[in-house]
């Protein structure tokens, strides 16, 4: 027969789950703070693709994370394209927790920089780093390199008196 069960062993295996639960959540809910800190800013720029057809518009976004009131960017030269600039935007972000009563709030400072960016020849273009002024201090994105190439051909349309097929002649 089995030895019987002293009356505190579920107690404390119950107060220790407690416990790895309690610090996993404080990991889990810190961590992006500890990441982050709530004074360091960082800068990027992305692209949905970095292969582009001549005639189309691609757009290029710049992100600064750790600020809300960056300066806007100089437009950057870019050889083989051009880049306007379409607007800015606030991406600050907070929310508010209450766990067991306790009252737990979090926020991100953030500010998206959005531009266009269109071919005027194929091939290689490269979008050079793009500089952002935060608090007197100046951060870089990293380059992006994108692809310009020409459009397929588009396939001929012919009618006659017999039908109408889609193809090459």
Known sequence: AAPPRRGGEGLVS??????VML???IFVLGLPTLALGQDEVSVSASVRTNRMYMGDEMHVEVLVEGADNPR?????????ASLRFLGGSNVSRSFTM????RRTERSTKGYTFLYALSPTRPGRIVIPP??????GRTHRTERILIEAIE???????RTSTIGTWIGRP
């Not at 806007?72 to 083989?80: A, I, T, Y």
């Not at 793009?130 to 608090?135: A, K």
């Open 23 to 25: 610090l996993t959540a």
């Open 72 to 80: 806007q960017p100089s437009d950057p030269l870019v050889d083989g």
């Open 151 to 157: 459009p397929p051909p588009a396939p001929t349309v």
């Open 130 to 135: 793009i500089e952002v002024e935060v608090d």
């Open 14 to 19: 119950m107060n220790f789950n407690r416990l």
């Open 98 to 101: 209450i766990v067991n009563g």
